[in-house]
């Protein structure tokens, strides 16, 4: 199959999974999974697979990363904070949605890739070293928060680095392979919480996670 044909295959996976957001699966479409994903795998880029970056980690798999994305329900210029910036595949596609984004790893060696493929296909984004659990006070608060890691309870940091109206979407839950996607809306007088999905993501590590 040739690569638009794979794409649109992709496309309408994510469709019949519930992703209606015409500007997150333009963005899907756009950004370059491929040149994300471990070399020698490129083959698999547009299927809906998690896969292997090195290090235990993966890029998550492109459904649970529409879903997610399409939770935060994204405008032009949103400052927006990624927890787990992996091989930076989710980070670009919040830069495509025209997004500020701001992008925390753990793991140095996968943040230099990653900031090297972004830099490479021209989507700026900043990113830090170190642990995303404390969240980025710096440039608080945001518009919306992403944690692409499953954490064991929702950080009250990133919680306290939300814009009112500002949206923080987060697997949470007490097994390290198992979560609740869950979206949190910060309101006046507290937070909105809806849980979304059942996901399986890698840990979240630090001082707020496991
Ligand atoms: N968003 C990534 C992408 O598009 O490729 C996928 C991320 S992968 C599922 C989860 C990432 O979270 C891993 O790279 C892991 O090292 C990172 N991580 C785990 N705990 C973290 C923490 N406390 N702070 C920052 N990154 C963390």
């Not at 963005?27 to 491929?34: L, S």
């Not at 990653?114 to 296909?121: C, D, S, W």
Request: glycine letters at 10%; a positive charge.
């Amino acid at each position: 199959m040739i690569v638009n044909a794979r794409i649109e295959k992709l496309i309408e996976i994510l469709t019949n999974k519930g992703i209606s957001d015409s500007r997150v699966l333009q963005a899907i479409r756009v950004v370059p999974r491929d040149k994300f994903v471990a070399p020698g795998m490129e083959h698999k880029a547009w299927e809906d697979q998690a896969l292997p970056i090195g290090y235990g980690q993966t890029i998550s798999r492109p459904s649970s990363v529409a879903l997610m994305t399409q939770h935060l329900n994204i405008n032009r210029n949103d400052r927006i904070l990624e927890i787990g910036t992996g091989s930076g595949y989710q980070a670009a596609l919040l830069c495509e949605l025209g997004a500020q984004v701001f992008s925390i790893e753990r793991i140095k060696e996968l943040s230099l890739k990653a900031q090297k493929t972004l830099n490479a296909l021209r989507y700026h984004c900043i990113f830090k070293i170190g642990d995303g659990t404390l969240g980025w006070q710096q440039y608080a608060p945001f518009d919306g928060i992403i944690v692409t890691a499953g954490a064991p309870v929702t950080p009250d940091t990133l919680m306290g680095q939300l814009k009112n109206g500002g949206r923080l979407i987060i697997p949470v839950g007490n097994k390290r392979n198992e979560q609740i996607l869950t979206l949190y809306v910060k309101k006046d007088d507290g937070f909105e919480s809806q849980e979304i999905d059942t996901l399986s993501f890698v840990p979240l590590i630090g001082r707020k996670g496991w």
